[in-house]
């Protein structure tokens, strides 16, 4: 890029060695700026579980929380000691609002949204994914310690996005 004549051989091979270096960091730097949007987009992704915990894509996106379970599906066994929990959000609430499961099961929860993004996060838990329309997202979970636990709605989904509370009551082991 640099004009060369009339320079001495030094200041030449200083802008060669210039211009390679540039050269260097320019090529460095796009390489960094690409692994850092692979790597957010793969932190993003599989933080909230899009990727890794979803069970189901439909096309409408209506139609997930249409399924019976989501309709008046609370907290359904499925086995000795498992349960899933079906889990719609919607602007301002999550349907059911209230559950109760027991310590020590294993609990598989199913959560969309019948509009926009919610963010299903359990406090005091890794429990956090979001809650996408047409898409059923998974996520395990065992609660090892009794007591109330709060699901509150993480991604910011308009006026009454603070109220988007529900409770998870965990009962003693063994209660039915
Ligand atoms: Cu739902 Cu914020």
Known sequence: ???????????????????????????????????????????????????????????????????????????????????????????????????HVPEGAEITFYVTSTDVLHGFEIQGTPVNLTAVPGVVGTVKYTFHHTGLFRIICNEYCGMFHHAMVARIIVDPAGTP
């Open 1 to 99: 890029m640099n004009d060369n004549t009339g320079m001495s051989p030094l200041e030449s091979a200083f802008h060669a060695s210039a211009e390679r270096h540039e050269r260097f960091w320019i090529f460095g730097v796009l390489v960094m700026l690409v692994l850092l949007t692979i790597g957010t987009m793969f932190y993003v992704v599989h933080d909230y579980g899009l990727v890794t915990g979803t069970h189901s894509y439909a096309t409408d996106p209506q139609a997930p929380a249409r399924e019976a379970a989501f309709q008046d599906g609370k907290v359904v066994r499925t086995g000795p000691n498992a349960y899933a929990v079906y889990m719609v959000g919607r602007a301002w609430h999550w349907s059911p609002d209230v559950i």
